[in-house]
C-alpha cells in the first residue's frame, strides 16, 4: 500500500527535539514512531495507555517529589520490600 497520507501537527520545538532524540536512540524514524503509534491505536481499539487525572494523593506525591520532599531511599529492592511488608 502506497503512504500517501500526511498528517501534520504543532509542537512544542523543546519536546520535539527531545524525543527525536530519543528516537534515534531507539533507531527509528519520527514517521515510524507515528506509525508504530497508530497500528497501536487500531489493535487496541483506542490508545495505547491510561490517560487519568491524578487524584489529589497523586498529584501531592507528584509535588513533593519534584520539589525533592517526602522521599524515601532504599539501599537496595530487599530493604524496599521490608519497610512495605512485602
Known amino acids: 500500500m502506497a503512504k500517501?497520507?500526511?498528517?501534520?501537527?504543532r509542537i512544542d520545538?523543546?519536546?520535539?527535539?527531545?524525543?527525536?532524540?530519543l528516537?534515534?536512540?531507539?533507531?527509528?524514524?519520527?514517521?515510524?514512531?507515528?506509525?508504530?503509534f497508530y497500528h497501536q491505536v487500531k489493535l487496541r481499539n483506542g490508545l495505547p495507555?491510561?490517560?487519568v487525572i491524578?487524584?489529589?494523593?497523586?498529584e501531592k506525591v507528584f509535588k513533593d517529589?519534584?520539589?525533592g520532599e517526602n522521599i524515601v531511599r532504599f539501599n537496595d529492592a530487599s530493604?524496599?520490600?521490608d519497610q512495605l511488608g512485602i
Open 4 to 9: 500517501e497520507a500526511t498528517v501534520r501537527a
Open 54 to 58: 491524578p487524584n489529589k494523593m497523586t
Open 49 to 51: 495507555f491510561d490517560v
Open 23 to 36: 528516537f534515534k536512540e531507539l533507531g527509528i524514524s519520527t514517521t515510524e514512531a507515528i506509525t508504530l
Open 79 to 81: 530493604e524496599m520490600f
Open 65 to 67: 517529589t519534584d520539589a
Open 13 to 21: 520545538p523543546e519536546l520535539k527535539a527531545e524525543v527525536e532524540h
